[in-house]
């Protein structure tokens, strides 16, 4: 009985910190943004949650997105500076919990780093612009590329095609 109920608590722990970061705990390049702000402007132009997610790299509640289900063709936007950062035509139901995509709009749009967090090596997905967190890329994602961009709702805004 107690193994039928650790393996869904394992599970959902793991879920829980799939896309999850710890600010104390980045590490950052000395990439140069083409925007840069104080934490202070930051704080007043993002709700507390884009802050969590976007500045301090947390995450958000897996299945609790507004884009996790999301049909409309358009472009994805990095949520604080505005840069398009995915296609609805890459997004896919990976099952997650969190929006899904199997490539940026560019391979200039976002930036790839380093997170040794939680026991494992995973790779970080952020901004090329602002360098806000976005989420983490995977590969386990669909052909063509076999790459799964796990990125947060909360770390994206929306533009419909005109």
Not at 26 to 52: G, M, R
Not at 107 to 135: M, P, Q
Request: net charge negative; glycine share 6%.
């Amino acid at each position: 009985m107690k193994r039928i109920f650790l393996m869904p608590l394992g599970i959902l722990l793991f879920s829980l910190t799939a896309c999850s970061q710890n600010k104390e705990e980045a590490t950052k390049t000395d990439y140069k943004y083409e925007v840069v702000k104080s934490e202070e402007e930051w704080k007043n132009q993002l709700s507390e949650l884009e802050y969590e997610v976007l500045r301090q790299e947390g995450t958000e509640r897996a299945f609790t997105g507004k884009y996790v289900d999301w049909k409309t063709a358009g472009t994805f936007l990095c949520n604080a500076c505005k840069n398009p950062v995915f296609s609805s035509e890459t997004k896919f139901k990976s099952g997650t919990g969190w929006p899904s995509f199997y490539e940026p709009v560019s391979e200039s749009s976002v930036l790839e780093k380093e997170d040794n967090k939680y026991g494992w090596t995973r790779v970080e997905i952020e901004c090329s612009k602002c360098g806000s967190h976005l989420g983490h890329v995977f590969d386990d994602g669909p052909q063509p590329t076999g790459l799964r961009y796990c990125i947060n709702s909360v770390a994206l805004d929306f533009k419909v095609n005109e």
